[in-house]
């Protein structure tokens, strides 16, 4: 079964440092998204992506965060100068259909447990 | 603002166990999800509706427009089903946000 895939599965960083954030969509999906979830708090959405650009960003996705798509197949999330309420896990998520209008199916990766100190 | 609620926040059954987990959401929207995160903290999307019910399995969907609540039903529940079930909403077609509920944490005892 296709799935989508995110490397690290957790990463450990100082504070004021880069992290880049990786996932494979699945393969024939369109739609790509990034959410987050702060240990013990809601899933919450930062940013989605299609057509190599983005489509909506929430108020958590600052000038801090930029994502993009380098290839056919990966897609980033990059936090410029890490805090250390940026602590959370990481999900990418991916969808063949626009926002939900078809099958509504969406596929999440394993997440990324980033840890700032 | 759209507020999504759940009910209850913590369950714990008998394995067996008809579970019902509900979710209620304050604005009208155009389509909501029933997610599953596994201890691990992975995410599996079980479910999108934007009316009526759906079955898959064990699991039954059903949502009331009208009303702004869903509910997620487990039958014969099963140690496996243990999990967090997230609610999820989506205001407008077109719009890609997701605003999650704070999830319901089931425990299903042998």
Known sequence: EPEVTQTPSHQ???MGQEVILRCVPI??????YWYRQILGQKVEFLVSFYNNEISEKSEIFDDQFSVERP???????KIRSTKLEDSAMYFCASSESLAFANTGELFFGEGSRLTVL | KNEVEQSPQ????QEGEFITINCSYSVGIS?????QQHPGGGIVSLFMLSSGKKKHGR???????????????????????????????RVNFGN???????????TIIP
């Open chain 2, 31 to 35: 389509a909501l999800h029933w997610l």
């Open chain 2, 10 to 13: 913590n369950l714990t059954a």
């Open chain 2, 96 to 106: 890609e946000k997701l605003t999650f509920g704070t999830g319901t944490r089931l």
């Open chain 1, 12 to 14: 450990v960083t100082q």
């Open chain 1, 71 to 77: 290839d056919g197949s990966n897609f980033t999330l």
């Open chain 2, 59 to 89: 699991l039954i969907a059903t949502i009331n427009i009208q009303e702004k609540h869903s509910s997620l039903h487990i039958t014969a529940s099963h140690p496996r089903d243990s999990a967090v079930y997230i609610c999820a909403v």
């Open chain 1, 27 to 32: 393969s024939n999906h369109l739609y790509f």
